[in-house]
């Protein structure tokens, strides 16, 4: 499975609907302290955006809504995982990304035989408190060697710039989330970032 090297992630079925007719091939709704009824209603309203426009849903967290909303990829963080039934997620076909921070909970999440892996924070982030310290682009080359095949998921703090950066350094895909949602143009924002990332897309495509 190969992966878009651009992973935008947003809190709403609204963004999703906003910025993927752009030409984004990976999003993920990534929505937190909302009541179920709302969420199915914003999964299934991004699910449709995406469908219309062949780009891959990623649901963060509700391993279950997606389920029965009929989505293909969740996002699980370590914690999500523990409490999490793999075997039904599997059972379900859904595909699976796993977060890690450290050695350790990258042990864990290879056990689990994700579909990708992702590592952050790269840089600092505003999006959220972590009790990790930033972990640096020479890190990613790390991570490349110990997941072999499995596509790398680069997170935290990058910016439209800073994206070929995590590229080259290994990574499969670069995930963003204020770089583009808290820009004052984020069309614009977007657009650069399609720009940014294109030569890992054309070669996605040209390795079929
Ligand atoms: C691509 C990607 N990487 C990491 C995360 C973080 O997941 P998690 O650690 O579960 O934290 P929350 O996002 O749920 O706050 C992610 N969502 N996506
Ligand atoms: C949601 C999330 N998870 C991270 C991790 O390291 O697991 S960093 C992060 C925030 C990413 O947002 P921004 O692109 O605005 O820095
Ligand atoms: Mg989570």
Excluded at 29 to 51: F, G, N, T, W, Y
Excluded at 105 to 110: D, F, G, I
Excluded at 150 to 167: D, F, N, Q
Aim: hydrophobic share 45%; net charge negative.
């Amino acid at each position: 499975m190969k992966l878009d090297p651009f992973y935008l992630i947003v809190d709403s079925a609204e963004w999703v609907e906003r910025l993927v007719p752009l030409g984004v091939k990976l999003v993920q709704l990534r929505i937190k302290d909302c009541p179920d009824s709302v969420l199915r209603e914003q999964i299934r309203r991004s699910k449709a955006a995406c469908a219309a426009a062949a780009c891959q849903l990623v649901v963060n967290d509700y391993w279950k809504l997606a389920i029965d909303e009929g989505c293909d990829f969740v996002h699980l963080g370590q914690e999500d995982l523990m409490a999490a039934d793999r075997n039904a997620i599997r059972r379900a076909g859904l595909r699976l990304g796993l977060s890690t921070h450290d050695p350790s909970e990258l042990e864990t999440a290879l056990a689990a035989e994700p579909d990708y892996v992702a590592l952050g924070p790269v840089w600092p982030t505003v999006l959220k408190e972590m009790k990790w310290a930033p972990q640096g682009v020479e890190r990613l080359l790390d991570w490349r060697q110990r997941v072999g095949a499995i596509p790398l998921v680069a997170i935290g703090g990058i910016t439209a710039e800073r994206a070929p950066l995590v590229l080259e350094k290994g990574a499969d895909s670069a995930a963003v989330v204020t770089d583009i949602t808290r820009n004052s143009d984020p069309e614009a924002r977007t657009r650069q970032w399609l720009a940014a990332t294109a030569p890992w897309r054309r070669a996605n495509e040209d390795e079929g």
